[in-house]
C-alpha cells in the first residue's frame, strides 16, 4: 500500500475509532440523555479512544519514512559488485542517485549499467516489502489499541482530563518542533555566512559601494569582478521599502479611520473585504501589474517631463509594492482603532469636540501604539518581498537613491545568486547567506521593535 493511501486509512480508522468509543460510552450509560453518570461527557470517551489509537500507529508511519530510505539504501550497496563499492563517497552518491532516479522512473532503465538497473530492481523490491510491512504493523498496532481502549472505558473513567493531557503534550511538542527549526534555519544560514565571511572580510560585505558577485572559474576567464559590496544592496532595499511605506502607510491609515469612524455599517461591511482582498492577489500578479502597466505609465510621464527614466526603476515597484501592503496596515490600524473604548469618544464628544477633533486628539493618540507597531511589521514585509522587485525594478546593483532608475534588493540577490546549478563552495554562492542573515536580522530587529512598542506604549482600559 503506497504511503499515501496508508496515512489515509489509519485517520479513517481512528475516526472509526472515535465513534466506537462514543458509543460505547453512550451503552454504559445506558441512554442518551443519563450520559451525567459517566465522569466525562461521550465525545471525550470516543476522542480518547481516536487519540489512543491514532498516535502510536502515527508515530510508527513517520519514523519509518524517515528511515525507510537509509535502511533500504544501506541493504541495497551492501549488494553492488566490490568495484562500485570501493568508489570514493561523492562518486558513491552519485550512484546512489542514479538508483533511485531508475527506481522512480525519472531515468529510462535502458540506458543503464546491469549492475545500477539490478541495484534498482532490488531497491524496488525491498521498498515494495517496506511499504507493506508497514501497512500491516501501523493498521495492526491501531487495531490492537483500539480493542484494549474500548474495553477499558468505564463510568469512571477521567477520559476529559486524558484527553487535555495529551492535547497539551501535543501542543508543546508542536511548539518545540517550532522552535527547534527556526533554531536549525538560523544556524544553518549563519554557518554559511561565516564561510563567506573567511572569503570575503564583513567590513568590504557591509561597507563596500560596488555589488558585483561574479566570480572567475578559469585562471583567463574575463567579465568576472567578484565585487562583493552589498550597499548598493542594501541602499536598493530601503529605497523601495520607502517609496511602498510612502504609499502604503497614508492610504492604508486613512482607511482604517474612514471604515472605523465615518462609514456606515454596510458600507464597512463591502469595503473592508473589498480592501483585504489585495492581500490575497499572488504577488506575481502585482510583478505582471507593474512591469507591464505601472513601469510604462511611469516611462511615458516621465519622458513627457524631460526626465530620463528607466524601463525597470524602483518607483514602480515601490508603488505596486505599497498598494500590496495596503490591507497589511489598514486592517492592523482599524484593529486597533476599534479596540479604543467607545467612553473616550462619549468623553470628547460631551466636552464639545468634533468628530475629527475626537479622532485626531483622542482616538489616534490612543491607538498610535498599535499602529506605529503595524507600521514595522509593514516594514518586514516590505523589505521581504521578491517577485514584485524582479519584475518591476531589476536586477542591476546600482547605487542610488534616483527612483527613477533601476535597483535590487537583497531579496531579489539571493534568488539570482542561487539560481542554477551552483557550488556551495564558491563565494558568489554563498554571498546569498550572508545577505539572508544580513535580512534575518534586519527584520527581527523591526519585530522586535514593534512588540516592544506596542508593550510600552499600549494603554490599559477597563
Known sequence: MPPAYLLIALLGLSTAAYYFGRRKAFALSGRAEGAAKLHSRPTYHGALTALWCGIPALLIFGFWLVFENQVITHLVVKELPEAIRSLAPDRMNLVINDIRNIESGSFASQAAEPAIQAAADHYHRLRSISNHALAAVSIA?????????????????????????????????????????????????????????????????????????????????????????????????????????????PIGLMSAIYLSEYAGKRLRAVAKPLIEVLAGIPTV????????????????????????????????????????????????????????????????????????????????????????????????????????????????????????????????????????????DSPKTLAAFALGLILFIVTLCLNVIALYVVRKYREQYE
Open 141 to 249: 498496532l491501531l487495531t490492537a489499541i483500539a480493542v484494549l481502549v474500548r474495553g477499558r472505558i468505564t463510568a469512571g473513567l477521567r477520559a476529559r482530563n486524558q484527553v487535555e493531557a495529551i492535547l497539551t503534550v501535543l501542543l508543546v511538542a508542536c511548539s518545540t518542533i517550532a522552535i527547534f527549526t527556526t533554531i536549525g534555519i538560523i544556524l544553518s544560514v549563519l554557518y554559511e555566512a561565516i564561510r563567506f565571511f573567511k572569503v570575503i572580510p564583513i567590513t568590504q560585505f557591509l561597507f563596500g559601494l560596488d555589488w558585483s558577485p561574479q566570480m572567475a572559474i578559469r585562471a583567463d576567464q574575463v567579465g568576472s569582478s567578484g565585487a562583493f559590496g552589498a550597499v548598493p544592496v542594501f541602499l536598493g532595499t530601503i529605497l523601495i521599502s520607502a517609496i511602498a511605506m510612502v504609499v502604503a502607510v
Open 285 to 424: 500578479v502585482y510583478g505582471f501589474f507593474a512591469a507591464l502597466t505601472v513601469a510604462p505609465v511611469i516611462r511615458d510621464w516621465g519622458s513627457r517631463l524631460g526626465l530620463d527614466v528607466a524601463s525597470e526603476s524602483a518607483l514602480a515597484a515601490g508603488l505596486v509594492m505599497g498598494i500590496m501592503i495596503i490591507p497589511f496596515v489598514s486592517s492592523l490600524s482599524d484593529d486597533f482603532i476599534n479596540a479604543v473604548p467607545q467612553s473616550l469618544r462619549d468623553g470628547a464628544y460631551s466636552l464639545g469636540a468634533t468628530r475629527s477633533e475626537t479622532i485626531r486628539q483622542v482616538i489616534v493618540p490612543a491607538a498610535i501604539p498599535g499602529i506605529i507597531g503595524g507600521v514595522l511589521l509593514a516594514v518586514s514585509r516590505a523589505i521581504g518581498e521578491t517577485m514584485i522587485v524582479v519584475m518591476a525594478a531589476g536586477l542591476s546593483a546600482n547605487l542610488t537613491v534616483n527612483p527613477l532608475k533601476a535597483v535590487t534588493t537583497v531579496t531579489v540577490q539571493i534568488v539570482t545568486l542561487l539560481v542554477g546549478d551552483q557550488e556551495f
